[in-house]
């Protein structure tokens, strides 16, 4: 009898391990998905002001963006399996987005890292 409480309390805890691990990679993927939709924003914003971009495809860019960012707003409130079902659609649509953008002759590679967020060198 008590080996199969230990069973069950082994069960259970690799059921919660998983299930932190599942949350903990989707936060991640949320991170990475708003990162990457500011960033397509910024250059979508940039590629109009150096005239690369027209007012009408900004507005379109800035259509889609506006919609990602409620995709991942709405996956806040979502329970895990939901979340990360509308992660992967609003990461799927950036690729969309990242895909309009270059057919428009947008530079759309993510910015290097500012220096002040590097390590700093240790002399």
Request: charged letters at 25%.
């Amino acid at each position: 009898m008590k080996s199969v409480y230990v069973s069950i309390q082994l069960l259970l805890f690799v059921a919660l391990l998983a299930a932190c691990t599942t949350l903990g990679s989707s936060d991640k993927a949320w991170g990475e998905a708003m990162t990457r939709n500011t960033q397509l924003r910024v250059a979508s914003s940039q590629a109009t002001t150096a005239g690369k971009l027209s007012k009408a495809d900004l507005a379109e860019a800035l259509k889609r963006n506006d919609e990602i960012r409620a995709l991942l707003d709405r996956s806040q409130t979502e329970n895990s399996v939901n979340r990360t079902v509308t992660v992967n659609s609003a990461r799927s649509k950036l690729t969309e987005l990242e895909n309009f953008l270059k057919s428009k002759g947008v530079e759309t590679a993510p910015a290097s890292q500012p220096k002040s967020s590097q390590p700093m060198k240790k002399e």
